[in-house]
């Protein structure tokens, strides 16, 4: 089979590599590890290369405590960052009280050092995951950034990356070097030197797009859709991107917020136990809460919160899945809730879509790492493009 016939998705859902180089050269660069980040306001997902070609990524809760001194029995994951205090990460951080780093534009999040610092932590966690050694890793960076953060440039009709959020990333992230430590349960150190040698921006569902329609080589696969809505279903954000082919165009737009307004409702139904945004949204994911010391199932009330307030979303998402002129896909995290999921399947037939002729949702294995995956792929194409 010539390998434009397949998408990078098919591929990845077929089990075969991509192919692509792990490591890049940009403008002359010496050797470069490329990686691509969607920092999520649920989830930051990582997508790099094994060194045997596989795809290998990660998705981390975007959350973060500083650490506290354990006293006794298991460590606990932790990190510091250019000499920084110790602090903890995602799930660790989760259950013992650390909350979700503020939601905003890129410009102010990369402003912001705790978020500077998790975003290196979570490099460093997805490097042990693909089966890198600590050490010196200077990196090609592709990063997902919000879609209303592109804009049209002054000069031709290009699309570009807005002033506010490309000079954030100049000053905050740009040819800067994160020395981390991390200590792991056992109390063993090792540091990671990371240097962002090359931070290439790319809208987030054009990244999406890029897996689901092109084959590795970056050429088109020809599937006879000529106009696309991306429906991407994240904790902070519900989106609607609108994508022409030929001639190219995305158009998106904020179909309001995520899935935190379900969790936060699903905080309100269980006061006592103060759940802050990040846990009530953990909580919906795990159908698990712990309370009074103990973890307890609450699969029934998160299935009745998506049954009722899962409506909403639905009723935001409706007029893109009514049109008739244009394919939808689904994709982002909320397709992995179960009653959403299934709410958007049983709207699709009522509206006369059959899943692959109408409408797709992305597979669970790749919902929620699309973005970063797409932001990976365009690193490494710039860089064979020479850009
Ligand atoms: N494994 C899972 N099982 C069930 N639901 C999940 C799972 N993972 C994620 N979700 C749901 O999907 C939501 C969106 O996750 P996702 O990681 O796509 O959001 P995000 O990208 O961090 O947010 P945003 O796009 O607004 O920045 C989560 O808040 C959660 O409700
Ligand atoms: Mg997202």
Known sequence: MMETTQTMLERLLGGVPLGLPGIVRVGGSDDLRAIGVDNGNGHTKVALFHPDGRLCTLAIPTVYRA?????GGAGIVSYAVNDGSRFWIGTDALSH???????????ERVSDQRHRDFLAATMVECLIEAGYAAGIH???VGIAIPNDEIVMKKQGDRLGVSRETRDALRQNLYGKTFTVVRTDAFGHETTWVLTYSVMAPQAQSLGTYLVWKNAPNGL???????????IDIGTGDLQRTDIDVNPYRLMGEKLGAGTITMARHFARRLPQLRLNDAQATQAMITRTVRAEGRRVDIGTQVDAIIAA????????????????SRFVLFTGGGVLLPGLRQAIEERAAIAGKTAGQGYEIVPALYAMSLNAIGALVAVVHSAASGQ
Do not use: F, K
Not at 97 to 106: E, F, K, Q, R, V
Not at 309 to 324: F, K, S, V
């Open 67 to 71: 650490a506290r001194e354990i006293r």
């Open 97 to 107: 009280d650390g909350d979700a780093l503020p939601i905003g534009s890129t410009a």
């Open 138 to 140: 200077n990196l090609a």
């Open 220 to 230: 088109a696969v020809d599937n006879g859709i000529e106009a696309l809505t991306i």
């Open 309 to 324: 307030e899962g409506q909403d979303l639905i009723a935001r998402m409706l007029p893109a899945l009514q049109q008739n």
